[in-house]
């Protein structure tokens, strides 16, 4: 049974084609760009529970506008809060026939994450920053398990794309976009790296849950931050897209 905060019926930027996109409750980590803070406690009662036949059921009424490389997106929160639940959602989803993708921040290291890893066609990864310290600053917790979890894809020479949110002031340094791309510059698994501007969309979440937003004083970056952020990752990356 799955912890569900929201469900997307015509998803076209969570992975290939067009996808059915679950939001999963529960994340791990507390990102000070959260968009989704009421995602992240698992227990937030406005949460629904779904059944594995359930989201087969969605599946399946989508199934024409799969034609071009669609299939199940699971995002959260981060989806492997619930590894246990996903690993048996995405062996039904693979027996049927649909492309699974996986969009997480790799925080997360077990025996039962890397089985799910196994079972998904496709990770989207969020590196948030390659430097420890500020990686701590902006999620409060390590990059470890995130670069860990990525030389475990490689390994298995599934595909996964990359993502990376940029934030001015916090994850724009330019030593550091170099620095993180020439981490992955030879990773032969990475098919795409999509750079994610920083947004205040979800800013008056945190007002209707009562909490302070962090970064209330941090602007979206400006076109010219984003191209020089696309640039440095062109030194050493192919595909770059800006989302």
């Not at 994450?113 to 430097?131: E, G, S």
Request: hydrophobic share 35%; aromatic share 10%.
């Amino acid at each position: 049974m799955l912890r569900v905060h929201s469900v997307e019926t015509f998803g076209t930027h969570e992975g290939p084609g067009i996808r059915l996109v679950l939001f999963l409750q529960g994340c791990n980590i507390r990102c000070l760009y959260c968009h989704n803070p009421d995602t992240q406690n698992l227990d937030n009662p406005s949460a629904k529970d779904m059944p594995v036949a359930q989201v087969l059921e969605l599946l399946k009424k989508e199934k024409p506008y799969f034609s071009r490389g669609g299939g199940l997106t699971v995002s959260g929160g981060e989806p492997t809060v619930q590894a246990e639940a996903l690993v048996e959602l995405f062996t039904a989803v693979k027996e049927a026939g649909y492309h699974t993708c996986l969009d997480t921040n790799g925080t997360i290291v077990s025996p039962l994450v890397k089985k799910l890893y196994d079972l998904t066609d496709l990770v989207l990864l969020d590196v948030k920053h390659i430097d420890e310290s500020w990686h701590r600053k902006l999620t409060g917790s390590s990059n470890a398990n995130t670069l860990a979890m990525a030389e475990y894809r490689e390994s298995t020479g599934k595909p996964m794309w990359l993502r990376y949110v940029l934030v001015p002031g916090w994850s724009d340094q330019p030593e550091f976009l170099e620095a993180w791309a020439k981490h992955f510059s030879t990773y032969s698994t990475v098919e795409q790296v999509e750079i994610l501007p920083y947004h205040t969309l979800g800013v008056y979440k945190y007002e209707g849950l009562g909490r302070k937003y962090e970064l209330g004083n941090v602007e979206p970056p400006t076109p010219q931050q984003v191209d020089l952020a696309k640039t440095i990752f062109e030194k050493y990356l192919q595909n770059v897209a800006i989302q």
